[in-house]
């Protein structure tokens, strides 16, 4: 039996990733993976993307990751906002902080570039995808109120067999068949909904997945959807 931990969208909060981290060494999960976003919003962007490397973390390139170093050096350009937030400091948490990650280095810009979009696990039999937003492009939202169609896609847009997403910040557990297919860990950082902040185990070969409340450290009640396989 093996058992990952899952996170995701840490959006630069040290102290959720650090949380996170400590609730899954208690549980001694046998790898961490994580499905992006590590820079934006929040006030820890440096030290976030620091920790991830540090800690080997496989990673992939969630799209606040993909556009770190476009918005770092936009900022820094656009003068009107630098006098703005000099002048007013007290709307920073408010004005920078929830925008974008402004003052990362530049070796941890570089890794922000070459996260792959995309990472490939073989555990057994089981082939397993993780990517940040879905299966077939950089952008689309994977909700389990989202079209059957789009969830479909989701899942016959991968060779495998199942796929990890992020992106949403809400957690959710998607099955074809009976079989799990698809899941999401919510967010390290903050979710809509609850878990306020949440990130998930899964247990393999069983292919068991869990989601725990970063706060209570108990497991959460996250959406199901069950899909069937088109008829012929």
């Known amino acids: 039996m093996t058992r990952i931990g899952i996170i995701s969208d840490i959006h630069a909060h040290l102290e959720g990733l650090n949380l996170a981290l400590a609730f899954l060494e208690e549980q001694a999960v046998d790898e961490i993976w994580c499905a992006g976003d590590l820079v934006d919003r929040g006030e820890d962007g440096n030290d976030v993307v620091q920790r991830i490397r540090y800690a080997q973390i496989p990673t992939v390139q969630g799209n606040h990751d993909y556009t770190a170093r476009r918005t770092q050096e936009q900022f820094k350009h656009d003068m009107t906002m630098m006098e703005f937030l000099e002048e007013y400091p007290d709307v920073s948490d408010h004005t920078k902080h929830m925008l974008f990650s402004f003052e990362l280095s530049e070796i941890n810009l570089t890794y922000l570039d070459y996260l792959p979009p995309s990472l490939k696990f073989e555990r057994g039999d089981l082939v397993i995808e993780m990517t940040h937003a879905s299966t077939f492009d950089r952008v689309t939202y994977i909700y389990p109120t989202s079209r059957r169609d789009i969830l479909n896609q989701t899942i016959d847009s991968s060779i495998a067999d199942l796929v990890i ?14 079989v799990l297919r698809v899941i999401n860990s919510g967010s390290v950082y903050m979710n809509y909904g609850m878990p306020t902040q949440s990130c998930g185990i899964l247990t393999l070969p069983e292919r068991e997945f869990t989601v725990y409340d970063l706060e209570t450290k108990k497991a959460a009640p996250v959406p199901i959807v069950q899909l069937e396989s088109k008829q012929s």
């Open 165 to 178: 997403l992020g992106h949403t910040h809400r957690p959710m557990k998607i099955y074809r068949d009976g």
